[in-house]
């Protein structure tokens, strides 16, 4: 079988790490790289936790930091939603697995020259907007780039924007205004997939690491969704970007023309995703549904099967 070659970038980040997690727990597609940028939490930690969850299952991936900062007005605090470490702060050993020295713009070109790529973007898209400044050709050599970000109805920092735009919405223009073909996952689609109290339970249940690391960074996650939306369901946003790579045709997706506001004082970092029908063979494609029990099911068995490797 032939494997999709992926790099995921990412700000790690709970539901980053269940991302990252399914990605490893799927043999459709091969991790060749984790990028790390500055976004749930500062990029030290970011890129800490990419080397901790490359540890978690035992794989040789490259893991490499990119950007500390978004293109302008610096983002000063990290989010407190997924813990002051970013992975529900747990006890985590020291990682042996070591940081590439290349800056992560480089790690993405260089995974491009080497063959077919695929980028699963779930954080701010900083990396990629300083990568395809540097490497104009880079547009070219991408067969897809998978993010999640955005919103049609409802933004999570603001009522316009969503998170990963809202960091750095230059870069989120320079990225959408590429030549390559995108998918976008927003929060239109991401709310409609969420893990429950009993998923966590049925995660304990495994006596597995991974069971024990995934329930014990999504309980403080379930409770921020308690706080803030009233319920503890867990929002698995950036698993849909991986949930379409290995499972093609769960997500119903819709050819449109992705935009990002970048000025106004109500409108910073609100995406604009024009679904005329005359649009529908776009390059350019955004997540309009998916069936969250059968998603349920196929996330929690692919990381039940997870194991480490050598």
Known sequence: ?????????????????????????????????ITAVAGNVGLDKTALNARRLADLVDRPVVVAAGCAEPLSDPVTEDSVVHGRDGLGDLEWDEPRTI???????????????????????????????????????????????????????????????????????????????ASWPIDLMPLDLTHQ?????????????????????????????????????GNRDVIMHDAMCVYELVSPGAITLQGVRLAVEVAGEHARGATFIDRRRALADSVQRVGVHVDNAQFRRFLLDRLHSLTPRS
Do not use: K, Q
């Not at 954080?123 to 955005?150: C, F, K, W």
């Open 1 to 33: 079988m032939d494997r999709r070659r992926v790099l995921i970038d990412t700000d790690p980040g709970v539901d980053d790490a269940i991302a990252i997690l399914l990605a490893f727990a799927s043999p459709e597609i091969e991790v060749v790289a």
């Open 99 to 177: 940081l590439d020295p290349r800056h992560a713009t480089e790690v993405i070109y260089d995974a491009a020259v080497e063959g077919p790529l695929t980028i699963v973007a779930i954080g701010p898209l900083t990396n990629l907007a300083v990568a395809l400044e540097r490497h104009p050709d880079l547009e070219s050599m991408v067969e897809r780039v998978v993010i999640m970000g955005g919103a049609s109805f409802e933004g999570n920092v603001t009522p316009a924007a969503e998170f990963n735009i809202w960091v750095d919405p230059e870069a989120a223009r320079r990225v959408f205004a």
């Open 193 to 229: 997939a969420y893990l429950v109290d009993e998923d966590l339970e049925e995660m304990r249940s495994w006596g597995t690491v991974i069971g024990e690391r995934c329930s014990g960074m999504l309980e403080p996650y379930a409770a921020f969704h308690d706080e803030w939306y």
